[in-house]
C-alpha cells in the first residue's frame, strides 16, 4: 500500500504568515507526496491552523509560495475547491440543521450527481456511524458524533486532498481508532491526508511527520527516521523518591529534560555528552537515592521535546 | 446548470434555518403587526380629547352654547371648569391641561361687535401638533364673529367638523409605513446574515467550498423577498380592516413596487454584513440606516418642506422613493408607469448596492 511517490500534491517553499508583528508561519519549506497521511504536529500556536489556510487559499500568504495539486498558492484557488476537502478546527456545520441536512448541503454545494446522492449520503452515515443521530440538530450532537460528521462532510465530493485540523480533539480512545482506519482506507482509495494534532499516538501512524514550533518547522520525516535521528539518549529512571530524583537529575547541565510518566522518569541527554548513564547514576547515589537506570530508544514525544527545546535553548540565551 | 443547484441550496439552507428560528419568525409578522398598531393609532395629526380646562365667566346662554359646540368636536375635553384665566395658565404651567378657554363676562357684546376677539383659546405652545389644533379652531371662532345676532338658531350653529374624514392620517401614514417596516426587517434579515455565518464559524468552511458570491449573495436574498412581500400583505390587510386604507391603485404595481424596493434594502443589508464585524455591530447599523429613512423620505415631515441639503440626501434613500410610490398607488389611483423614474432609481440602488456586496466580499479569511 506504502508505494513511495515521488508526485508531490503539495509542494512549499518559504511559506511565511504574519500577523502584525507575530510571525505566525515562517519560511516554511513542504513537500507532501501522494497517497499519504502527512502530519502536523505542533504545539497551541505553532502555526498548523495558519498553515492549512494558506495552503487552502483562505489566507494569502506574506512571502513565499506552494503548489497545490498543481495550483498555484496564492493564485486562483478557486479551481482548487473541488478538489479539496477541509475539516475545519472548530465545528463549522450549521448547528441548527439536522446531520442529513448538513449532508445534503455540502452534497448540493459541490455538486454531487443528484442520483447517486442519496446513496453516497446513506454509505457515509453508516460508514461514520451517525445512524442514530440522522435527524439531530448538529448543535446538539456530542463533541465526537460532531467530528465524525464533519469528517464524512469533508470526504462527501471524493476530495484528492483532505485537510484535517486537528480532527480527533474530542474524540475517545476507541472511536479514535475508528477514525484513523477510515483515514487509512481513504489513503488506499488514493486520497493525500494532511493531519494536525496534538497527539503523539496520532503522530506515530502517519507516514510522514513534519514538527512545527513557533511557526518554524523544526523536524520532519518518517516517525522512525525522526525517532532514529533525535541526537539524544533516553535514560528511564525508576528511583524510590521520583520527585527528589528529578529535582536532582535538572540540576545536571548536560540534561536537556526530565519528565515523570507514572513513576518512571525519562531523561534527556545529547548524544555529545560521554557516559550519560554514570552521570544520572552518581548524581543519584551521591544522595542516597535508590534507583534503577536504563537506557531505552526515543519515543515520539521525546524527539518532539529534543527539537522544540533546541530551538529555545539560543533564544533564552540572548 | 451547477451554479444553479448550488443557489438553490444555499436557498433551501436560509429557509430551513429561518423556519427554525422562531424568533425571528415571529418577528416577520409581529413587527408589522405590532408597528401598524402604533404608527396607526400614535401618529395621529387628528388630535382629539386634549386635556383642558374652562372658565366661563360670562355664564349667559351664548356663552353656553359655545362651550357646548367647543365640546362636539371632541377636540378639547373640559376636565377642569375653572374662575379665573390665571388658573388655567396654572393648569398649563404645570402640564395638567393642554389647552384652556376663557370666556370673558362681556362675552356676548364681543360677539355682536365682532370687531374683538371674543373668547381666548389659551394652548401649550411648546407642542407644534397642539399649536396646530389652536390654529384650526380659530376659524371657529370666526364662524362666531360673523354671526348677526344671538336667537334660538344658535343651536344649529355651524361648527366646522374639525375631524375631517378625507384627512385622516392613518391613511397618509400606513403607505410610508410600508416602507418603513420592510427597511428595518429587510435590512435587519440580511444585515446579521454573513456576519452571523463568520461568527459561528460556518464561514470558514463555506468559503472553501466551490459556491461562488454571486449565487452565496443571492441565494441569501431571494427568499427574503418572498417573505417581504408577505408582510406587505399583512399590512395592507391590517391596513384595510383597522384604518379603512384604500388601495385605489393595483395591487399588481404595488408588488412589483415592493419587490423592487425589497430587492434594494437586501442588498444594502447584505453590503453592511460585509464591512461588520459582529452581529452587534451589524444590528447598530441598521439601526443607524433606518433613522434617516423614517426622518427625511416625507414618512413624517413633507419632503418639500426639508432644506435643500437633505432632501438631497433624502433622494438617496429607497424609502424616499418607495414612499412616493405606494402613496401614489395605494391613495391617488397612481400607475406604476407614471411614477417610472422612481421605480427606476430603485433598480439602479439595487445593483450598485449588490454589487458593492460581492465585490466586498471575499472567499478569505484576511
Ligand atoms: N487572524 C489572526 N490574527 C492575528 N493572529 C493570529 C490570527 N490567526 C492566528 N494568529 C496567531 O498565529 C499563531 C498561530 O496560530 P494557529 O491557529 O495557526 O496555531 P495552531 O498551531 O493551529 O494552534 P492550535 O493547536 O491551538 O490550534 C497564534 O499565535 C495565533 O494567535
Ligand atoms: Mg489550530
Redo the contacts between chains.
Sequence with gaps: MNVVNTDLVIKARGLSKNFGNLAAVSDLDLDVPRAMIYGFLGPNGSGKSTTIRMLCGLLTPSSGSAVVLGTEVPGDTEALKPRIGYMTQKFSLYGDLTCIENLRFIADIYSYPREKKAARINELIHKYDLTAQVHQFTGTLSGGEKQRLALACAVLHKPELLFLDEPTSAVDPKSRRDFWASLFELVEMGTTILVSTHYMDEAERCHRLAILDHGTKVADGTPTDLQASTGMTVIEVLADNPARAQALIKRLPDVTSVTQLGLKLRVLIPNTTPEPLSLVTTMLSEHDIHASTEEVPASLEDVFVAVTQKKRAPETSE | M?SL??L???M??EL??LR??RLTFAMIVGIPIMQILLFGYAINTDVRNLKSAIADQAGTHLSRQFISDLKQTQVLDFQYVVETPMEIEELLRTGRISAGVYIPYDFDRRVIDGNRFAAHLLVDGADPTIVGVANQLRSMRVTFDTWEAPSESAGTLEVRPFYNPDQRSAVYVVPGLIGIILTFTMMLFTAVSIVRERE????????????RTIELMVGKVVPYIVIGLVQLGLIVAVGQLLFNVPLRGSFVDLYLAASVFIAANLALGLFVSTIVKTQFQAIQATIFMIMPSILITGFIFPFDGMPKIIQYIGEILPNTHFIRMTRGIMLRDASLGDMASELLILVVFTFVAMTAAILRFS????
Aim: hydrophobic share 35%.
Design positions: 451547477n443547484g448550488r438553490f441550496a444555499v433551501g439552507k430551513r434555518q427554525r428560528d459561528l464559524g460556518n464561514l470558514e468552511l463555506l468559503i472553501n467550498t466551490p459556491v472567499k478569505r479569511l484576511d
